[in-house]
Structures are given as C-alpha cells and as structure tokens.
C-alpha cells in the first residue's frame, strides 16, 4: 500500500493535479486538520476499520466528498466496512471478489468501482546499490534459475500460516539444482525469522533497502505465493516488466500468469517448469483512473 500511495501522489503532482498528503501515525493532527478544512475531495486508504468508518463520517459531516479504496479481499461482512461503503462517496475495490461483494451490501455501480492498485514504477526505483549489484551479478552468473519474491514483514494469515509463503518457497527451492530465490526483505523480519536458511547457495536475502523493480528485472521468474491476497502490485509490476509471474490461486489473478495449486509443491513445480510463453500483457496504470475520477466526483 505504501508504495501505490507514493507513486499514486507522484503522479498527481507530475500531472499537477493539485493535491497533498498526509499520514496520520507520523504527522501532527493539527496539521492534518488544515490539510482537511482546505481539500474538497478526501481519499483515504485506511486499514483499521473502526478508523475507516469513523474519518468517513466524520468528513463526510464536513461535506467532504469521501472517496475510500479497500486494499486487500474483502468480504464485507463487517458492520464496519458496510457503514463505510455507505458513508462514503465512492469506494474503490482492487480485486473481483471484493467488487461482487460490496455490490451485495450496496447495489450501485456508481458507489463502487473496481480499479486495479498498479501504477507503474517511478524513475527513482530503477536503482540498486554496488553491495546488493554484486550479490546478485555472482548468483546470476553461476544459477540457471534465479526467481524472487517479497514481503516486508514476517506475518501470520487467519490459520497461522506464513502469509506470504515464505516458507514454503524456502522448502522447496532448497531442493531444486542449480536456482537460487531472492527473497526481497528490506525489515531483516524475513532473515531473522527463517536464519536457518541463510547459509543455503539457494537462498539470499536482501535485509535492506532497496528497489525491488531491480530485482524483478534482474529474475527469471517473480512469485506471489500468498495464502491470501487483494490485488498484488508486485504480480502487476512483474507481468509490466515482462517477467514470468507464478503465483498461488488464493485469489483471482491477472491474465498471464502461470497459476498454481496453494500450497502444493507438485502444482507449483509444474508452474516453475513450463516453459509455454505467454503474450506480452497490457497493464493499465489506475492513477489515470482515479484521476478521472477525481474529476467526475466534484
């Protein structure tokens, strides 16, 4: 979410749309409050759903118009989220799932919209440092397969399964001659959490900083192998790049993608080894569409 939010506010100011930003867990109140009194459209991208549904009203009796964007699969079930999609000006949902679901709970296409979370990488993230470069120049040179994925925190599902399945692609490309998966850690969470894999010549992780644009343009294959998901800026980012995309079927995934079984190594082995090609896949930028949205919404 964090990097849609900065390429979102990248695009608007490169477009000179007017515009302006602010987070609430790093910035004072009051100078939120005078952002707030001046906008006329508010688009807030909450995860807390008791905060999401309690800024809506509140701004929403400011007559702001309140536009929300649901990150991640949402059933709405949640009073909370119900109240919200009600309050609200419009919502914006990222995946198929959510959209259908949030039409049951308010049947207007007017209050709903299905935008995708991917807006193409900014200049600024096309850069790696020497140390990481070198890292990788050595496995490229010396591994036929060389995939990657990401996450930026160690964190359980609702089944205290590793979200991102981690674990899982450690398991298995521990096994698999002559590959090595990087594995996009800037926290050092991952590292940590999994050091008993450090020392393999098939595992690396990145525990800093960095653009992980490079890494996907720098792998054979990129894979989201989450047991749950919304609408995966990385799988867009990767398929952008033109860059072979594996990823588990926990949710509805773009066209191009070579899709496996969750959590089944036969499934996903299948995926890893199909060398079919797939057509090039256009990827819409959504800041053009929220853009005009933001237009229409006056």
């Known amino acids: ?23 609430y867990k790093k910035e004072k109140l009051r100078e939120a409050f005078s952002k707030i009194i001046k906008a006329k ?14 800024t809506t009203f509140l701004f929403r009796c400011m007559n702001k118009k309140v536009i929300i964007t649901f990150h991640g699969k949402y059933s709405f079930n949640s009073f909370f989220d119900v109240m919200t999609l009600k309050f609200s000006s419009c919502n914006l949902v990222l995946n198929d799932y959510s959209y259908r679901n949030a039409l049951k709970k308010i049947n207007s296409r007017n ?6 979370a991917f807006i193409p990488p900014m200049e600024s993230e096309y850069e790696l440092s020497n140390k990481i470069n070198e890292l990788l120049c050595l496995k490229i040179n010396e591994k036929d397969i060389i995939a990657c994925t990401n996450a930026h925190n160690y964190v359980l ?16 490309f521990v096994t698999i001659p002559n590959s090595c ?14 050091s008993a894999f450090a020392s393999s010549d098939n595992i690396l992780f990145i525990s800093e900083p960095h653009s992980f644009v490079e890494i996907i343009k720098k792998s054979n294959v990129f894979i989201r192998a989450t047991t749950s998901d919304g609408d995966s800026l990385s799988v867009k980012e990767a398929l952008y790049l033109n860059t072979k995309v594996i990823a588990s079927d926990c949710v509805d995934r773009p066209e191009g993608c070579f899709i496996y079984v969750n959590s089944s190594k036969e ?18 930028n959504s800041a053009d569409q929220v853009m005009e949205l933001y237009k229409t919404i006056h």
Do not use: A, W
């Open 157 to 172: 599902d609702e089944n205290g399964n590793d979200l991102y399945g981690i674990d899982f692609l450690l398991n298995i």
């Open 41 to 54: 459209i508010i688009h807030t991208h909450f995860s807390n759903k008791i905060v999401r549904l309690l």
């Open 181 to 194: 998966l990087l594995i996009s850690d800037p926290s050092g969470k991952l590292k940590e959490q999994y």
């Open 1 to 23: 979410m964090t990097v849609h939010l900065s390429r979102l506010v990248y695009t608007l100011l490169n477009k000179e749309v007017p515009c302006d930003f602010f987070d």
């Open 111 to 116: 209050k709903v919209q299905l935008i995708s």
């Open 267 to 284: 499934s996903f082995l299948d995926c890893l080894y199909e060398n079919k090609n797939r057509m090039p896949v256009f990827i819409q």
